[in-house]
């Protein structure tokens, strides 16, 4: 079976990415790009720029796709279809600690000693290379 999840790639002024460690559930105390599963009958767009704003507070503007991968590898037995946007945000930046302990802008140094959930550093050196 195939899943599907949406990531959003923020970058801030320094060409940093937004991720967050996650809380409870698959991936507790793992970094992770912002995102999550679409709800039934929700586009992929209106899942990725709710799933922003339900974890850091910001309006996700124009989302835009910029790739999308199947995982080799099951996962709570699915492999996952994620779908990758890009996009420009406005709002203050407000954790939602039910979802993230933490949200910090990374750079692609960073990134190699940070323990992420499954695909998600393949997909930042993908985009950041």
Known sequence: MIGVI??????????NVLVGKR???FGDGLWCLIGGKPDNNES????????????????????????????????????????????????KLVINLNENSELRYVSLKEIEA????????EILNAFLR
Not at 6 to 15: G, H, S, W
Not at 51 to 70: A, C, D, M, Q, R
Not at 73 to 78: A, D, E, L, Q, T
């Open 23 to 25: 809380v409870g559930g």
């Open 44 to 91: 992929k767009e209106k899942a990725i720029a709710r799933e922003v704003y339900e974890e850091t507070g910001l309006t996700f503007l124009n989302p835009v796709l910029w790739k999308s991968f199947i995982s080799d590898n099951k996962v709570r037995g699915y492999h996952w279809k994620t779908y990758c946007y890009t996009g420009n945000t406005i709002g």
């Open 6 to 15: 949406v990531r959003a790639i923020i970058l801030d002024e320094n060409n």
């Open 114 to 121: 940070m323990n992420f959930t499954p695909g998600n550093t």
